[in-house]
């Protein structure tokens, strides 16, 4: 049998599951025709995720993120949610020169606060809401120029282009994460959340 982890030649640091604590700093949702959203007081969440929201549904189509499919191919949605941090967001600002970036421009749907490196956390996250609803982590959220464009236009920028082309790059690793909803439930502004991490590996070639 091969021994995918020969441990003489690849040694594997295996990373234990751990827990953090967090806070619902911000709730936001966005109607279904845009997806730059306005601030809430709390979000319903059932399996499809926020009803009436631009990313809700169980289903959605692929697009330049998946170029395994064919465009426009039906596909689980695993993007219901985008959950963001302030303090990742201003790192972008600074590095596109502007004063801010509002969640509402990017269409988040959670501003989360207490988790230094958000955007790090891996696939399979789970967030327990102190209300009762868990979501759970699918990936990092790429930023891509349609978020770059209305960063640029809401923040004022004299070249809507160059803004729509410079936060892909300025973003990188710092846009935030898309999540899943894994149990409904209400969310409301201010509640606590105990995330978890998974069992992580790190394989050394």
Known sequence: MLDLFPETVN?????PA????????????APSDHFETRAVDELRLGFDGIDGDFHAGA?????GREPW???GTEMRNERQLSIVA???LATVARRMAIAEIKPQWIGANLLIEGLPHL????SGTQLFFKGGVTVKVDAQNGPCRIAGRSVAE???MADHEAGALLFPKAAKRLR??????EKPGRITTGEEISVRVPEQWIYRT
């Open 176 to 181: 935030g994460l898309v999540a899943w909803v």
């Open 119 to 122: 955007s790090m956390l891996p």
């Open 18 to 29: 751990r827990k953090l604590a967090a806070r619902v700093a911000a709730l936001f949702v």
């Open 154 to 156: 809401n923040a004022g």
């Open 11 to 15: 040694p594997v640091e295996i990373i």
């Open 59 to 63: 289903t959605r189509r692929s697009g």
């Open 86 to 88: 302030a303090d990742e």
């Open 69 to 71: 499919y064919p465009r």
